[in-house]
């Protein structure tokens, strides 16, 4: 099974829909980020978190909020989506305070496409 | 701000042909450097990397050297496969900063 899960994997959805996407992680990590890739743009952070009571904007949260439901859950929603939203979304997690905390690990990606 | 910078592409190489892509960064203090890889339709998997300067990163026949006097960590294979096919992203961790900071990619196609 893989280690961070996210779901949906594809969603398109309509202008001014409320959209969440849900990472899961069995990897026992602190901490948890969401990016989004676009073409040509490589990946940008959205938002992180590095524990349940932790959570901090990214480059660009705009039009974006983050829920850490648990040390295991992250949900990243789009209150009201806008077609420039349209992209494929990252969980990724990592570990705190242990040799390996520089990598972090990702998950499938989530295609979203806002029409 | 820390930023990286890497070769544009896509590149197109033949089976068992020598791949360079370069990376070069910004940063302050001593950050650690990465090489991801992104399979078509999968997530990103850490290719490889180092922490501090001279270190040498390698994994799956590829390697990067962190070069701190040019700023630089420049991937290598001697002879890449069809399989090795994927967007390589070289990324850096600056100093206590926890975020990763990536470059905008580079599409490999390797053909036989």
């Known amino acids: 099974d893989a280690d961070v899960t996210q779901t949906p994997r594809n969603r398109i959805t309509k202008t001014g829909k409320r959209i969440m996407l849900e990472c899961s992680q069995t990897?026992?990590?602190?901490?948890m980020y969401w990016y989004r890739q676009d073409p040509g743009l490589g990946l940008r952070l959205i938002y992180y978190s590095f524990d349940v009571k932790d959570i901090n904007k990214g480059e660009i949260s705009d039009g974006y909020s983050v829920s850490r439901q648990a040390q295991a859950k992250f949900s990243l929603s789009l209150e009201s989506a806008i077609p420039n939203q349209t992209a494929l979304y990252f969980c990724?997690?990592?570990?705190?305070?242990?040799?390996?905390?520089?990598?972090?690990?990702f998950g499938p990606g989530t295609r979203l496409t806002v029409l | 701000g820390n930023s990286v910078t890497q070769m544009e592409g896509p590149v197109t190489l033949s089976e068992e042909a020598f791949l360079t892509i370069n990376c070069t960064y910004t940063?302050?203090?001593?950050?650690?450097l990465f090489w991801y890889v992104q399979y078509p339709g999968e997530g990103l998997q850490l290719l490889l990397k180092a922490t501090k300067a001279d270190d040498k990163g390698s994994n799956k026949g590829f390697e990067a050297t962190y070069r701190k006097e040019t700023t630089s960590f420049h991937l290598e294979k001697g002879s890449v496969q069809v399989s090795d096919s994927a967007v390589y992203f070289c990324?850096?961790?600056?100093?206590?900063?926890?975020?990763?900071?990536f470059g905008k990619g580079t599409l490999l196609t390797v053909n036989p």
């Open positions: 940063a302050t203090g001593y950050p650690s």
């Open positions: 990324a850096l961790r600056g100093g206590s900063n926890y975020k990763l900071t």
């Open positions: 990724a997690t990592s570990d705190l305070g242990r040799g390996d905390s520089d990598t972090q690990y």
């Open positions: 990897k026992g990590h602190d901490r």
